[in-house]
């Protein structure tokens, strides 16, 4: 279960204090030193008596982080055998290359069947929650976490942006291709129907950039805006083309929600659930 002082769960999030529309600077240099703050807070460590700790967050886990500790780990769960799905041959070597919509044929049960990110990948996502039913044993879990489109708000500030108009196109798009990217607000019902029992859904706020004012919320949002900075192109152009508009075109409308997602005036999130263990 998540912890209830968990920074994704909330109601409301706080914008910052902002009078100036900031989405005429420059957005690139911009994302990219927030991003490099990220990340070398994240790699920040001091080394005692020969080991390695981190000083992330709080600075109070106090465990080592380094390679010994990690192999501790490793060994605590040596009995764990892990499998990873992909359709494509792109992921690490104890990936298998399988098609989940096809009927899994596997020589034992799970125990916990994670599913990530796979919005616009399934066509039908009751036939890979009915298999997975069939292939987790009694007692066993499935945690499911995907976003919602389009782009979600409290306020107006969303209202006529490019970035809006992007991922109300992505809905269209993905929903032409029978692949929907809005699913991920059934996942309850469905997995009650394929038979899941005990199921607690949460719902998170994943800000599109650093605009909340809680610093916590504020570094989500830079890695959510990161992330979609560099994924955009290739999640939009196959999708946006075949709605019917020409190479060109996606690239302006990127080119402006590129823009957009660097503006901390405008107070939009992703809406995610999650079915976490418990
Ligand atoms: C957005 S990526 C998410 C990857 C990973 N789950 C994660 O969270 O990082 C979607 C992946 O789903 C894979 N995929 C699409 N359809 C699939 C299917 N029917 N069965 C298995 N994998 C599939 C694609 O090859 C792609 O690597």
């Known amino acids: 279960m998540a912890e209830l002082d968990d920074p994704a769960v909330t109601t409301y999030l706080e914008p910052?204090?902002?009078?100036?529309?900031?989405?005429?600077?420059?957005?690139?240099?911009?994302?990219?030193?927030?991003t490099q703050s990220i990340s070398s807070s994240i790699l920040r460590y001091r080394v005692e008596n020969g080991r390695t700790y981190t000083t992330y967050g709080s600075g109070e886990y106090s465990l080592p982080t380094?390679?010994?500790?990690?192999?501790?780990?490793?060994?605590?769960?040596?009995?764990?055998?892990?499998?990873?799905?992909?359709?494509s041959p792109i992921?690490?070597?104890?990936?298998?290359?399988?098609?989940?919509?096809?009927?899994?044929?596997?020589?034992?049960?799970?125990?916990?069947?994670f599913i990530r990110s796979m919005i616009a990948s399934f066509k039908d996502w009751r036939v890979v929650f009915n298999e997975a039913f069939k292939n987790?044993?009694?007692?066993?879990?499935?945690?499911?976490?995907?976003?919602?489109?389009?782009?979600?708000?409290?306020?107006?500030?969303?209202?006529?942006?490019?970035?809006?108009?992007w991922s109300e196109l992505m809905v269209e798009a993905a929903d032409k291709l029978g692949r929907s990217i809005t699913v991920a607000r059934d996942f309850e019902s469905m997995l009650a129907d394929a038979g899941f029992v005990d199921i607690?859904?949460?719902?998170?706020?994943?800000?599109?950039?650093?605009?909340?004012?809680?610093l916590r919320y504020k570094e989500l949002g830079t890695w959510s805006c990161h992330m979609l900075r560099n994924g955009i192109e290739g999640i939009s152009m196959g999708l946006l083309t075949g709605l019917g508009l020409s190479v060109e075109e996606?690239?302006?409308?990127?080119?402006?929600?590129?823009?957009?997602?660097?503006?901390?005036?405008?107070?939009?999130?992703?809406?995610?659930?999650?079915?976490p263990l418990p």
């Open 136 to 165: 987790i044993e009694p007692g066993g879990y499935i945690e499911v976490q995907d976003n919602v489109y389009p782009l979600a708000s409290d306020n107006d500030t969303t209202k006529s942006t490019n970035i809006l108009r």
């Open 250 to 275: 996606v690239h302006v409308l990127l080119a402006n929600v590129r823009k957009d997602l660097s503006d901390t005036t405008i107070h939009g999130y992703w809406d995610t659930y999650d079915t």
């Open 200 to 214: 607690v859904e949460i719902r998170k706020k994943i800000p599109m950039n650093r605009w909340p004012k809680d």
């Open 16 to 34: 910052e204090d902002q009078q100036v529309d900031d989405s005429g600077v420059d957005e690139a240099a911009d994302d990219v030193s927030s």
């Open 91 to 113: 992921q690490p070597s104890w990936f298998e290359v399988d098609d989940l919509e096809k009927p899994w044929m596997f020589k034992h049960p799970f125990d916990f069947v």
């Open 66 to 87: 380094d390679e010994e500790e990690q192999d501790r780990l490793t060994d605590e769960h040596e009995e764990a055998e892990v499998l990873g799905l992909d359709l």
